[in-house]
């Protein structure tokens, strides 16, 4: 299963980096794909969509 988050704030490939790895540090996320140009974060496997949204948003980016 695949989910995509719409986010704001991501600029540049550390910020790519950054949201890669808070968000597969979860339980049930088997992978994490940031495209930057349209600004969206597409997460494989069954991780639980509050837990994304927290783990991107504590790293200073906005999930709409």
Same mark, same amino acid.
């Given at each position: 299963? #695949?989910?995509?988050?719409?986010? !704001?704030?991501? #600029?540049?490939?550390?910020?790519?980096? #950054? *949201?890669?790895?808070?968000?597969?540090? /979860?339980?049930? *996320? &088997?992978? *994490? #794909?940031?495209? /930057?140009?349209?600004?969206?974060?597409?997460?494989?496997?069954?991780?639980?969509?509050? &837990?994304?949204? !927290?783990?991107?948003? &504590?790293?200073?980016?906005?999930?709409?």
């Amino acid at each position: 299963m #695949t989910q995509t988050f719409q986010v !704001e704030g991501m #600029t540049c490939n550390h910020c790519a980096q #950054t *949201v890669t790895d808070a968000v597969s540090a /979860l339980k049930g *996320v &088997e992978g *994490v #794909t940031v495209d /930057l140009k349209k600004g969206e974060v597409h997460v494989n496997g069954a991780g639980n969509v509050k &837990e994304i949204k !927290e783990a991107i948003e &504590e790293e200073g980016y906005i999930v709409k």
